[in-house]
């Protein structure tokens, strides 16, 4: 059974937009303020790829018409021009500020999903089960839904990709569901009947009509999207913290737990817990498993200080690990490493922890941006005002906008050029 629901004081959403005289500065330029006091930071030993050490200093642009113009004449090969648009983007993200800020909640942001076809709309959930949905591109009042409070934390949220009127949100209230944004149920797929057990994760496929939830004790169920149960079973030992359908294989499903695997399921050859594809063994808990948006490649988050990028070719081997500070606490909502839906890029927040191999004194909070190749660091964000951890951090799907979850703060990150012509 479910918690009861307790009453609480409604809070009014709080936005902030940026003033524009104002300019945030990048990392680089914070250095004395944050008293550095070394001038790079050490690679890991670790590490399977060279070069992590610190952002890579990037080549002037290359004019991606000549590339396109190359291109067409049959002189640049394809991959070519997707590295020259690569670097375009990375150049501008030089220029990324904060854009909007907002504080609605009561309780920490625990879940974000971006509108599929609205660039400017994001969905956040809440610990305390509070769901926002917020047009950040016009000033009218966000859509506000109030949840139950403590024990009502939504553990993910995803748009209905048949109905974006509509989403689906699993939570620790023990109940996976349907319902819209003006806060009626539509369907229940998966409840418990008990407070001891809860989802903790979610995924949609809109060409299979496939909806799959994951439990706290090991437990993953698929249904269809008329609510049908097609399969309860429990494929892990303990917590299945995140689930990914493959995005161009909708029968290839990814599971990650805290009993420090990562499993690849084949659905229609699903028997039970031991007929998975692959298991990939972490050193430690894992946050998540997130398919790139071809499909090709996996990667994963652990509680501690790896993120690590699984290929197609070989899925029982990792092509490369990234060192990065990102531990496990018990009030902050868990660290997830995701990738650019354009370009083989991974966005990421950092925890910094002394205890990390290449700690410097005074290090910042940054968002950091690597290369999903070479697992190189390009880029890092920071904004002196905001300079919390940021546990999540999506582009929305034209890449363009990155929405980050800190703390009780939602912020919004664009091109410090577009922000002043809105």
């Known amino acids: 059974m479910a918690p009861k629901k307790r009453p609480e004081t409604q809070k009014t959403s709080e936005i902030v937009l940026r003033p524009r005289n104002k300019r945030s500065r990048s990392p680089l330029e914070l250095e004395p303020e944050a008293k550095k006091l070394c001038p790079s930071r050490r690679c890991d030993s670790d590490c399977l790829w060279v070069g992590l050490a610190g ?3 990037l080549p002037p642009c290359r004019s991606i018409v000549r590339t396109l113009h190359q291109h067409k004449l049959g002189r640049a090969s394809w991959p ?11 150049h501008t993200l030089d220029s990324y500020r904060i854009l909007q800020k907002a504080a609605p909640f009561d309780r920490r942001a625990t879940s974000l999903a971006w509108h599929p076809t609205h660039p400017s709309t994001v969905a956040v959930g809440s610990k305390g089960g509070d769901i926002m949905l917020w047009n950040f591109g016009i000033k009218d009042k966000p859509t506000f839904i109030k949840g139950i409070g403590a024990g009502g934390s939504i553990t993910g949220l995803k748009f209905n990709p048949l109905n974006t009127n509509q989403f689906y949100a699993s939570s620790m209230e023990g109940t996976t569901r349907l319902q819209d944004f003006k806060g009626n149920i539509l369907r229940v797929f998966a409840s418990s009947d008990t407070i001891n057990i809860w989802f903790c994760s979610l995924d949609v496929s809109a060409s299979s009509r496939m909806v799959v939830t994951g439990d706290n004790v090991g437990n993953v169920i698929l249904l269809n999207m008329d609510g049908k149960e097609l399969w309860n079973l429990r494929m892990h030992k303990k917590k299945v913290t995140h689930v990914a ?68 070719s070989q899925w ?54 690597f ?35 800190m703390g009780y703060h939602i912020l919004i990150w664009s091109q410090e050029e577009a922000r002043t012509r809105k």
């Not at 028997?271 to 498993?289: C, D, E, I, T, W």
């Not at 999903?372 to 920071?382: A, D, E, I, R, V």
């Open 245 to 312: 359908l493959n995005p161009c294989c909708d029968w290839f499903l990814a599971t990650a737990s805290v009993d420090q695997t990562v499993k690849i399921w084949d659905l229609r050859q699903v028997r039970g817990k031991a007929s998975f594809l692959y298991s990939l063994p972490h050193r430690h808990p894992v946050n998540a498993a997130c398919f790139s948006p071809d499909g090709a490649r996996l990667l994963t988050t652990d509680q501690k200080s790896e993120i690590r990028v699984y290929s197609a």
């Open 371 to 405: 290369d999903g190749n070479s697992g190189k660091m390009m880029c890092q964000l920071y904004d002196p005002e905001s300079s919390g951890i940021s546990s999540l951090n999506e582009f929305n799907p034209m890449g363009d906008t990155l929405a980050s979850a």
């Open 316 to 369: 029982d081997c990792p092509l490369g690990l990234i060192p990065h500070p990102h531990r496990h606490f018990q009030h902050l909502t868990p660290i997830k490493a995701a990738w650019h839906p354009r370009y083989n890029l991974i966005v990421v927040g950092r925890y910094p922890d002394p205890n990390f191999k290449s700690c410097t004194p005074y290090e910042l909070r940054t968002i950091d941006v």
């Open 55 to 57: 952002p890579q200093i």
């Open 80 to 90: 070519s021009v997707q590295q020259g648009l690569q670097q375009s983007f990375l």
